[in-house]
T-cell receptor, first 111, second 113 residues
Framework: QKEVEQNSGPLSVPEGAIASLNCTYS??????FFWYRQYSGKSPELIMF????GDKEDGRFTAQLNKASQYVSLLIRDSQPSDSATYLC???????????FGTGTRLQVTL | GAGVSQTPSNKVTEKGKYVELRCDPI?????LYWYRQSLGQGPEFLIY????????DSGLPNDRFFAVRPEGSVSTLKIQRTERGDSAVYLC???????????FGPGTRLTVL
């Protein structure tokens, strides 16, 4: 079992819809969780981080964390074509400072 | 303020050659990380520096890979006797303190022919 799992996609949503991106992790000691956006040929760009169970909202983005289910998700409201990218879920596991990444979910927002 | 910078942006080398990749972190960031990303994969951790010392080098694939950060700022990733399997994008990230949010540089695309 991979430490951080994401569906590779592509996830296709129409413009204006809600995109839901999901991630599961295996280490119950994981402390903090990050969503990065990566455009093709570019480096990862931080979208959001979340440490506590529940929801965290920032503009059109909402991160949701459920530690009991070892599940973290990212919702993108009012999806725009510019949101089309690969979304990487990353986890700080245990006491390690390194990030463990999933393989990413490719999102396509269609006109 | 400036973000993380990496040089060169692209590096093409021949199998067996030595390469150095440079990372200049965000000013004041004490923690520096190297990752490697292959096509279709997420970044994979290589090594992490806290100050001048390598706090965790568990991700280095073998002894051909080595990294330094002699003054606690700029870091150099060194790869000896490059192999075609080393071809990837090498990403550097920095954070203000360990376990804080990591910010990535633009990466160095290494191609080993």
């Amino acid at each position: 079992q991979k430490e951080v799992e994401q569906n590779s996609g592509p996830l296709s949503v129409p413009e204006g819809a809600i995109a839901s991106l999901n991630c599961t992790y295996s280490d119950r000691g994981s402390q903090s969780f990050f969503w990065y956006r990566q455009y093709s040929g570019k480096s990862p760009e931080l979208i959001m981080f979340i440490y506590s169970n529940g929801d965290k909202e920032d503009g059109r983005f909402t991160a949701q964390l459920n530690k009991a289910s070892q599940y973290v998700s990212l919702l993108i409201r009012d999806s725009q074509p510019s949101d089309s990218a690969t979304y990487l879920c990353a986890v700080h596991t245990g006491t390690a400072s390194k990030l463990t990444f999933g393989t990413g979910t490719r999102l396509q927002v269609t006109l | 303020g400036a973000g993380v910078s990496q040089t060169p942006s692209n590096k093409v080398t021949e199998k067996g050659k030595y390469v150095e990749l440079r990372c200049d972190p965000i000013s004041g960031h004490t923690a520096l990380y190297w990752y490697r990303q292959s096509l279709g994969q997420g970044p994979e951790f290589l090594i992490y520096f806290q100050g001048t010392g390598a706090a965790d080098d568990s991700g280095l694939p073998n002894d051909r890979f080595f990294a330094v950060r002699p003054e606690g700022s700029v870091s150099t990733l060194k790869i000896q006797r490059t192999e075609r399997g080393d071809s990837a994008v090498y990403l550097c990230a920095s954070s203000l303190i360990p376990e804080d949010t990591q910010y990535f540089g633009p990466g160095t695309r290494l191609t080993v022919l």
